[in-house]
């Protein structure tokens, strides 16, 4: 059986220091690796915002695997080699407590999570300064564009972006009423968020934000996506029966792609909007309305652009 | 000076009800002995375990594949409610009430707790709240589905019409659970401060002690403001009152501070005696006293103070402003520190230990290793930009199951198997705890671990369907949840047949150092009655070498004769 127990008076435990450095340093290697493949477990990056939470997880990612392959490593070696022979009852070693070990393993996790939650806040102000995130003040009668700070090379917006039980509304300032939100590329979009029923959540995973839209205010919250193509855009607070369902599509297009969307959209009539949930709960309505109670849906939006659930998306 | 003095009127509390049967069909009356309330409570919540399962399963059968296919959404939207509401208030809550029972009395050495027939009272609100909460599934419009937190306006949408509905019943069930939990905690507390053995300070009391009365003081607190939430609501639901209706100018928002307040500390009120748990078997197992212990106990009373103001980090997105973020930010952070030291503290006393992998050992090496992850992604949802980006996703749902089953699951089945010799009298089969063990860590890391990535690439909790890029992970969750399952087949069949024909236990069968291994096994119905022993020392003494109470060999003999 290997002894554990670190030598007394009689000096520097050599051994022992050289065995913790070395442990140290590969827990320290193995997690830094780690944090590199953080980057690789979220979706591609879309927005100026995703830097910055990406780099942030990583970050909490690597300080987390040393944590985590530090103590599993060290209940497995103690598992290991700390065992008690069979029919061996005898005594541990008698070790109540030792101050400077309890202090220090205090202050160091202390520090550690300080500046995690300095550099957490310093990248929440970040994001805040990338696209203003407030209520626009309704009832004071504050016009919604006073919420908007400029400071990009160019805005787009306000879009109205209209969320009900189960479907999504765009509203474009030139008029245009879309299922799917289109946005041209390194433009700041600001959007008008408001839900007619209950709580519902703006969630683009590509551009690493989400917004709970609750109904009786209107949010203002800005985005500026990096990176062409198509995203999905889902509810990600509960909405009640086909809340599931509630997603659509995220398009990021050149300027001009946009551009010539916006226009031929606008002469597009005028036809019901994407709403799987309707097409679900009719479907359930047929087969004699099975299930348990729900809310039907409410009517799809008319809108210029109906959407197109089915092709494929990026993230 | 800490050292309670022995107070012969405490002591003397009330008997037993008299003329209560002695034998199982005592676990069907309303008696009032502490020991036979745990044992009512462990075995009502691990039937509800049970019936949480297989609502599980059914959610995971659905979740295999990415279609909404096997139930209808509605369905789906009630399954997950009820599974949510049944594990914490039929499962966690109860089974840690049975702890309670069990442990508190006889670790300070106390005949009963303060207040038995209230604690029996206590005990007999939980099968009818569940009566109320599981005839939901009866009702017109079936169970409540708007999740186990009940957000409105979701909650108090009611499509029928009808005064009585499922949202009703839960919003009733929850208020009696709080009213039955609210009677547990006054009972523990007094307890715990009352009726310690003479000589047993509050800095010799075991940590299980410490945790339970950290965490019953959380109960205590926070309680009032969720049932002030609930009844709120249920006037929203059914009166047409406009607290939180937003049409009526309420703030559905004002509603998740409710929640949370009370919610968040309900996390720690859950964890806190599965901490006492680690703490208890780690240095038994490894023979060692438990490193810090004092830090280890005052850690629970930060871990209760710190509880109580992080509770904005579960609405980073509602809304919150700026500012707010930031200030929780920081609180939730710091509760990393008292927990960090338990945890270190429990690695301290593995250093140099004499290891004995036993059936509850496992359970509890296996819940700290689950912790640390769980803790870990906990601080990462505790920094809004991340959380921003994973919250409600299934990112949280790992976390949280991380949490609740891997770490607190772990706990209790280590506990169930640690006492069971002490209050069944008779010893479990190894063979069939080993074997229950590896099925449980196996499952459990299937069914968890792969919702991580889930939740990272964007997947969002509750929902009955999901895009096919993330099917992968939804398989792996769903194979391990019903090996979950089928590891719960080990466990009952031991907890069956040992209680009927196993080995016959004697009192110490560890050989652990606790004023409940100095009682005969099972012990009789007032622990040491009058003749309870003076504590002289701290607990955890292994190798120390000095007697936990005076006149230790003849507690000893005496719990060996019995
Ligand atoms: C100690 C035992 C813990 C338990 C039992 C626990 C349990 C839970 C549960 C049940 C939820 C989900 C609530 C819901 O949305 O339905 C949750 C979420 C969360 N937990 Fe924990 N947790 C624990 C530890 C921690 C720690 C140590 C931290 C941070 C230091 C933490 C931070 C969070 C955060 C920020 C969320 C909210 C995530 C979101 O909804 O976006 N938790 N936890
Ligand atoms: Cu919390």
């Known amino acids: 059986m290997t002894s554990t127990t670190p030598k007394g008076k009689s000096g520097w435990p050599i ?19 780690v944090s590199q493949w953080a980057y690789g477990w979220l979706p591609v990056p879309a927005s100026t915002a995703a830097p910055y939470v990406d780099d942030l997880f990583s970050l909490e990612v690597g300080i987390g695997a040393f944590i985590f392959f530090g103590c599993t490593g ?47 806040i310093h990248v929440s102000e970040t994001l805040s300064a990338l696209g203003p995130k407030v209520k626009y003040d309704v009832e004071g009668g504050l016009s919604p564009d006073t919420a908007v700070v400029t400071g990009v090379r160019a805005d787009i917006g306000p879009i109205d972006v209209i969320a009900r039980q189960w479907s ?22 600001n959007f008008r968020m408001s839900s007619e029923d209950v709580i519902h959540g703006f969630f683009v995973p590509a551009f690493r934000l989400k917004q709970d839209i609750v109904p009786g205010s209107v949010i203002s ?7 062409e193509g198509r995203y999905r855009l889902r509810d990600s607070q509960f909405s009640g029966a086909y809340f599931s ?23 597009n009539p005028l036809v019901p909007g994407l709403s799987p949930g309707t097409a679900l709960y009719n479907e359930r309505l047929a087969k004699g309305n099975k299930g348990w109670a729900t809310v039907p849906p409410a009517p799809p939006p008319m809108v210029n652009d109906p959407g197109n659930p089915d092709a494929p998306h990026d993230a | 000076m800490t050292t309670t003095k022995y107070d012969p009127r405490v002591l003397k509390a009330p008997h037993p009800v008299p003329g209560a049967p002695d034998n199982w069909k005592r676990f069907f009356t309303f008696n009032t002995d502490a020991k036979v309330i745990g044992i009512q409570y462990m075995g009502l919540s691990l039937f509800f375990l049970l019936v949480g399962g297989l609502l599980a399963m059914v959610m995971r059968g659905e979740l295999i594949t990415p279609p909404s296919d096997l139930v209808d959404p509605t369905v789906y939207n009630g399954l997950y409610t009820m599974h949510g509401t049944v594990m914490l208030f039929l499962f966690l809550f109860p089974i840690l009430n049975g702890f309670n029972n069990l442990l508190i009395p006889t670790m300070i050495g106390a005949p009963d707790m303060a207040f038995p027939k209230v604690n029996a009272a206590a005990f007999w609100l939980v099968p009818v709240f569940a009566v109320v909460l599981l005839s939901s599934f009866f009702v017109p419009g079936g169970p409540a589905s708007a999740g186990w937190w009940s957000y409105p306006p979701v909650s108090i949408q009611n499509p029928l019409g009808h005064f009585l509905n499922g949202e009703f019943l839960w919003i009733l069930a929850v208020a009696l659970s709080g009213i039955s939990s609210i009677m547990g905690a006054i009972n523990f507390v007094t307890t715990i401060i009352r009726m310690r053995a003479p000589g047993m300070g509050f800095f010799r009391m075991p940590v299980f002690v410490w945790t339970a009365w950290a965490a019953q003081t959380l109960q205590l607190v926070g309680l009032p403001a969720l049932t002030g939430g609930a009844i709120m609501l249920l006037f929203d639901l059914s009166f047409g009152t406009s607290f939180f209706r937003p049409e009526g100018g309420g703030d559905p928002v004002l509603y998740q501070h409710f929640f949370w307040f009370y919610s968040h500390p309900a996390v720690y009120v859950m964890v806190l005696p599965v901490f006492g748990i680690f703490s208890e078997l780690i240095t038994v197992y490894s023979r060692k006293p438990l490193f810090g212990y004092k830090f280890v106990a005052i850690a629970s009373f930060i871990i209760t103070f710190l509880g109580l103001i992080v509770w904005v980090h579960h609405m980073f997105y509602s809304g919150t402003p700026q500012w707010m973020r930031n200030i929780f930010i920081v609180t939730t952070m710091l509760i990393a520190v008292p927990t960090g030291v338990k945890v270190f503290a429990w690695l301290g006393t593995l250093w140099g230990g004499k290891i004995r992998l036993t059936t509850p050992m496992l359970f509890v090496l296996g819940g700290v290793v689950n912790f640390i992850l769980g803790g870990i992604t906990g601080i990462m949802l505790g920094t809004a930009p991340v959380d921003i980006h994973v919250g409600n996703t299934y990112f949280v749902v790992a976390h949280f199951h991380y949490v609740i089953f891997n770490t607190i699951g772990f706990g209790i089945f280590a506990g169930i198997y640690h006492w069971f010799p002490k209050f069944t009298g008779r010893m479990y089969y190894e063979g069939l705890g080993k074997i229950h063990f590896v099925l449980t860590f196996i499952g459990a890391t299937l069914n968890w671990l792969p919702m991580h990535w889930a939740g990272l ?15 992968i992970w939804n398989v792996i969750a769903s194979i391990g949840a019903f090996m979950l399952g089928v590891a719960s087949i080990p466990f009952i069949l031991n907890i069956v047949s040992s209680w009927a024909r ?12 606790g004023l409940e291994w100095l009682l005969p096994s099972p012990p009789p119905a007032e622990n040491f009655e009058d003749d309870v022993p003076t504590v002289i020392s701290e607990p955890y003494g292994y190798g120390l070498g000095k007697p936990l109470v005076k006149d230790e060999e003849y507690y000893i003999r005496r719990s060996m004769e019995a």
């Open chain 1, 221 to 227: 919250y800005s985005i500026t996506p990096t990176r």
């Open chain 2, 502 to 513: 196993g080995a016959k236990a004697s009192a110490n069968p560890w050989n652990a150092i």
């Open chain 2, 457 to 471: 690439y964007g997947m969002p909790r509750r929902v009955a369907s999901y895009d096919p890029e993330f099917a």
């Open chain 1, 168 to 189: 999504w509304e765009f509203i474009y300032p030139n008029g245009v009423h879309s299922s799917e939100l289109h946005l041209p590329l390194d433009q700041r979009a």
């Open chain 1, 74 to 120: 060290f209940i497995l070696w103690s598992v290991l080699f700390n065992r008690a022979e069979k029919y061996d009852e005898s005594d541990g070693l008698p070790i109540e407590g030792n101050n400077t070990l309890e202090v220090t393993w205090t202050v160091i996790p202390f520090i550690i999570v300080m500046i995690l939650a300095y550099q957490a």
């Open chain 1, 15 to 33: 051994r022992l220091i050289a065995v913790i450095l070395l442990a140290t340093a590969s827990d320290a290697l193995l997690s830094y690796q």
């Open chain 1, 245 to 267: 369902q509630n997603q659509t599509d995220v398009v990021v297009e050149s300027e001009d792609v946009f551009n010539a969307w916006l226009k031929q959209s606008a002469a």
